[in-house]
């Protein structure tokens, strides 16, 4: 078996290790990287006299490539399809604005308190009489601020 019949199977072993590292440190360019040298592993194959600086070369390439198809292709579509959930996921008031709830206790002086399923919390907003629908427009720490709904 030549080195450079074995090569190949050296890069392989690197991608597997670039993302085994990302299954334990996640945040997704270890395993970009690690497609970079698998496909690295693949040319070496396809074509087996590249010299070391071509392979590092091509390695670079490929991993720039494979990190950039990520961050400019992949990521948007994947935030769009979640609509920037994962961004709110632990925050649940946030989670809350554009939706509808009816007041359990009027707004009277700018507070009152909304049924939000089977609890209530507290709103901000113009004075209006308890049973009104309002529709949150933001949050102030644990208060939702409304307005009345259209």
């Known amino acids: ?7 190949h199977y050296l890069w392989w072993i690197v991608a597997l290790l670039l993302i085994a590292a990302e299954i334990v440190l996640p945040g997704y360019f270890l395993l970009w ?7 690295t592993g693949t040319l070496l194959l396809l074509v087996p006299g590249l010299s070391p600086l071509a392979q590092a070369l091509a390695f670079a390439a490929f991993a720039l ?8 292709a992949l990521r948007p579509r994947l935030q769009r399809r979640h609509g920037g959930h994962a961004q709110r996921l632990n925050r649940r008031g946030e989670q809350m604005i554009g939706q509808r709830y009816v007041l359990a206790e009027a707004i009277v ?6 049924q939000v399923g089977d609890g209530q919390w507290l709103v901000s907003g113009p004075d209006l009489p308890a049973g009104a629908t309002v529709e949150v427009t ?3 720490g644990t208060t939702l601020r409304v307005r009345p709904a259209a």
């Open 138 to 140: 933001g949050v102030e």
């Open 33 to 39: 990287i690690g497609i970079g040298a698998a496909a």
């Open 109 to 114: 002086n700018g507070r009152g308190k909304a």
């Open 1 to 7: 078996m030549s080195p450079t019949f074995a090569m």
């Open 65 to 72: 490539a494979a990190c950039a198809l990520y961050w400019y």
